[in-house]
């Protein structure tokens, strides 16, 4: 199973940017990298995904390295709402899909 | 309104007392799944299933059993329950990964108690 690693936490202040990190060093040229976060007492929702070119949405952008090993996914303005632990997974265009969710990152937003 | 649903939200039960936790989704997805949710261990995998009369076996399969009989549907069974089993679960679909829009859809969980 393709496996990511991120950090356990991170804080930062409200309004700011926010650059999570995810490493992937396994990664197959057919996986594509997802990204979700979970708010308290919530099931997890989709935040954004890419395969190879950087993506923007309107909740986040997703920085993909060129060798794919890692990628960043970036929150332009953090506010208190986006306080949430949020996970990398990768998922396989061909379709194992056997995921790891991991323990994600808990994102804390100082006023 | 596209959703996956679950029931029941909340359950207490006993050790040995079968139980069924239902998934239901909206949305015609070929994927569906199941998670367990526990302090510290994050998001684990149960089973999922690709189609129809297709499943297979995530991370943590032991004391469970799931059957897609429906492209709707996906329950998950506990046999015979077990304190261990005490968790929250989370059902969740999806198109095919190769699909264009792959997200998975999340339930808004089970937690189930198993005194």
């Known amino acids: 199973d393709a496996k990511t690693t991120q950090p356990n936490s991170m804080e930062s202040n409200e309004e700011e940017p926010v650059h999570l990190p995810c490493n992937h060093s396994t990664i197959s040229g057919t996986d594509y990298i997802h990204w979700y976060r979970q708010l308290p007492s919530q099931g997890p929702e989709y935040v954004i995904h890419?395969?190879?070119s950087n993506v923007n949405n309107r909740m986040a952008s997703l920085a993909i390295a060129e060798d794919r090993k890692s990628s960043t996914l970036i929150l332009h303005r953090a506010t208190l709402r986006d306080a949430a632990v949020y996970y990398c997974?990768?998922?396989?265009?061909?379709?194992?899909?056997?995921?790891?969710f991991g323990t994600g990152t808990r994102l804390t937003i100082i006023p | 309104e596209a959703q996956v649903t679950q029931n029941p939200r909340y359950l207490i039960t006993v050790t040995g007392k079968k139980l069924t936790v239902t998934c239901s989704q909206n949305?015609?997805?070929?994927?569906m799944s199941w998670y367990r949710q526990d302090p510290g261990l994050g998001l684990r995998q149960i089973y999922y299933?690709?189609?129809?009369?297709?499943?297979d076996k995530g991370d943590v399969p032991e004391g469970y059993k799931v059957s897609r009989k429906e492209k709707r549907n996906f329950p998950l069974i506990l046999e015979s329950p077990s304190p261990n089993q005490t968790s929250l679960y989370f059902c969740a679909s999806s198109f095919r990964a190769g699909a264009s829009t792959g997200e998975l859809f999340f339930g808004e969980g089970s937690r189930l108690t198993v005194l």
């Open positions: 997974i990768l998922r396989d265009y061909f379709g194992n899909e056997k995921l790891t």
């Open positions: 299933s690709m189609n129809v009369e297709v499943t």
């Open positions: 890419g395969l190879t």
């Open positions: 949305m015609n997805h070929e994927y």
